[in-house]
């Protein structure tokens, strides 16, 4: 092994020894490379390449210290310099000497790829022309086959230019030598759009001859029947670059979902991703189905932002910060774009399939909306879309996208004709059907694959041909059999399988003995290894949904809802709430409506529920922003009135609605509509609803600063939390509130350390309540400030800020660097508070649901002000004014402060 070696094909790269050498300075590189290559080189040669703009002597010195330098990071021989010449020493193994042997380096690359010295053009020149004639040399050396090491330097040439119609051919070639039809198409695809772009040209007669003997090819691995012409046009449209889109359409059973899979299967090498809806459109089901196949994602290099907003809606991605924020639907398809894309850049091309899309809700159909509006010339993403026959919003929506670098293929599936009907059951069964058979298979199938596949399983067909979809996918499966793919036709999408037998009524016993005779004739599957289930067929939950009996039916959906209903996570909640509605329970769709909404409400509409950490890390079901929270209270209205004049319903129901109307700012209507709730709630003696009712109207005289009836409530809450801590330190935490409006801090600042103590000591029993507690001592760097130890105070409210930070506490932040810059701004820091404040703009910015305070928009104002942009500061100080409707003193008083020196401000001139 030679002692140096030097890499000039590709990005530059030295070895002294085996170990990497780095030169100081890209000037020393390009002289290095330069001898390496040209071997002897006269030092006035050198100067003129490398320092042709400096005088002689400066110029001589340079290459003296260049050259000291290259001596220095590698062996003294390296270089040898002579008084008028610099020369390569021995020793040396460089990969661009093999060319010279008639060999093709181990490593394909340009010469110096990447590197460039602009203030160097003679130098830069030298390059180009080294390059271009390195790259001839090897392109003559891999299409005569010399020089050994061929594939990756092809590879690598059809890389660099698309357009050389020499070389394409070859790489065709070759990938379909080693079997690899599917990129052989994609390199067609790739040539193609080169010429078009470059030259204004198309591929040769010789290119596209080969273009369809790889088709041909591909086509002969296919498993459908009847289908060569569609799928030739979708294998041959789907290897185009850039943002390529199928849409896949035909009625019930024409073999939509199987074309999609066979195109996925048979194109280049892709990962599949794959969506589809349940019946009851729980919102964006779609995307968590088709997300799963990428978890875990938090790690994905450009990408975790994307990943973690994701993961706040999608809680199988993985994904956590410690609050949820909802999203609108088109900012999660934006999203999942991103993490797409990301994936293909990464990991190689992507098909997403989206299946049923006749069957998707309109959350889900905004995000597809969303995210196929981000498909472009980029690449690696492909999108395959199957839905039944006739228009749609989305391919409307497509066909506007064309001429933004999205080309769409529109399917439409025909049922088989006679001939290709009896062609498929001959591929499936063995048997070859005489044309009466044939037409009579025709008659009874109407054509269509999935029938045509079901009369090949049955061994009956010839004498008993389907009297009907139902009968014969039914008619020969036992009791509990019918039972279980009953309960799934109910469920309508994955089901764990716990989850199922419950929903079934079948014994442990007989439930798994029906599970397995139906994977065995291939009517249901299993998924996620093993612990879901599915029907196997879409249809097949159509036709047995479409046949059972009413009673069955709705007895079925109710025992669904109870069963999901009495899951933790959101999503299945929803579900069981489309169940009971189906099953005609509007007490049981009242009742998990309500528990649905409180646990969105804890989440999104109070700012420190006395909710452990993990509880707040949870996902909560996807509303959308006030109108969509609004328009979901409004639908359990009529419910409410429905259930009978059930006091516990109505008032929960007021108290939930109540609250949300307090946190806008209806502080008439909220307040009435909680007091109503806190009386109903004393009557039946439901202590959990009576501190709900008391929280909310604590949250609202904290925004009146009213202490007299916040010292109220808090007093009523320590005595009905009874044994619960978390409303206990509640309770201390509002009453530390109601003594800091009335003036005394000293006694708050005592308040505030009993209520942190008792999170804090809610921690040390295994529940962690790090938010409530920072919040606490939040309040007590307040207190400690107003009564005169400031910088204390600001130090207490700024370790506050660094451990919500470190906690990862998003809904925290924005709160803690609003408090923080108020202080800074009444400590006389204006421009710290008002660059705090301006953060906090931006990080409210992003949760659609929070409602923004005016000293944060007041401090915005000034930041806006102080980057010279008067105008957005008049118009955000006007909205921190119109925020004062509330007569908040301590809101009104710090205003006046901000206007005072925002005039200031406007009156220094504009630099």
Known sequence: MRPMKARLLGPMALWSHGEGVHLPFKKAYGLLAYVLVNRRV?????????????????????????????????????????????????????????????????????????????????????????????RERIRRMVLEGAGGEGDRHLMWLFRSDPTDHRVVPVVMGALMGS???????RAFWLHRRALMEDLEDGPSEQVLELRDRVLERVLRRSKLVGRDRELRAALDFAASPGGSVVWISGEPGVGKTRFARELVRLSYPARALWGRPTLGRVPLWPWEDLLKGLSPIGHLPGAEEAAMR?????????????????????????????????????????????????????????????????????????????SRRGDHPIRRHLRSLKGRGVELLELELSPLDVRSGAAMYLALTGVELTPREAEALHASTLGLPLFIEEAAGRSSWRTDLLSGAVEGLMGDLSGPEVELMEALSVLDGPVEVEDLREVSGLSEGAFREALRSLLGLRLVRLEGGGEVVDVYHGIFRECVYLSMDPLVKGEL???????????????????????????????????????????HMELHYELFPPLPDEALKAPSPFYGDREATLEMLDQVGPLVGASGGDRGYLARFLMLKGGFLLWWGEYGRGRGMVLQALELAEGLGDGVLVLGALRRLGYLYVQLEDH?????????????????LPHLGLALRLRGLSLAFAGLHREALEVFGESAQVFSLLGESGFRYHLNRLAAEAYRGESTFAMGRREEGLQLVRRCLEEAESLGMRRLRPFMMSL???????????AEGAWLGAEALRALDQMPWWRIDAPTLAMGALQEALEGRRDRARSLMGEARSALGIRKPSWDSFLRLAQEELRRLSSLPEA
């Open 557 to 599: 959906h109710r025992r669904a809802g109870g069963v999901l209903g009495r899951k933790g996570d959101p999503f299945s909640v929803q579900r069981g709430i489309h169940h009971m509605r189906r099953g005609g329970d509007p007490r049981g769709e009242l009742k998990l409506r309500l528990k649905d909404l409180t646990r």
């Open 42 to 134: 006269h030092r006035d040669r050198l100067m003129d390449l490398l320092w042709g703009d400096v005088d002689r002597v400066k110029a001589s010195g340079s290459l003296r210290n260049a050259l000291y330098e290259i001596r220095r990071h590698l062996p003294p021989e390296a270089l040898v310099p002579r008084r008028l010449w610099v020369e390569r020493g021995p020793g040396w193994e460089v990969d661009l000497d093999l060319l010279e042997e008639g060999r093709l380096p181990p490593e394909a690359g340009d010469f110096l790829e990447g590197f460039s010295l602009p203030e160097c053009p003679l130098f830069d020149d030298w390059v180009y022309q080294v390059r271009q004639q390195v």
């Open 179 to 185: 079997n690899r039809p599917g990129e052989a198409l």
């Open 708 to 724: 007299r009836s916040l010292g109220d409530v808090a007093s009523r809450m320590e005595v009905a939390s009874g044994g619960d």
């Open 820 to 830: 923080l810059g108020r202080l800074e701004c009444l400590e006389g820091r204006w």
């Open 310 to 386: 994701l993961g706040r809606v999608f809680p199988s991605l993985g994904v956590r910060g410690l609050d949820f924020q909802p999203s609108d639907a088109a900012s999660i398809g934006v999203m999942a774009f991103r993490i797409i894309r990301q994936v293909a850049r990464t990991e190689g091309p992507v098909w997403l399939c989206f299946d049923d899309l006749h069957r998707f809700d309109h959350p889900s159909l905004e995000a597809l909306r969303a995210f196929l509006s981000c498909l472009g010339g980029d690449g690696g993403v492909s999108v395959a879309l199957v």
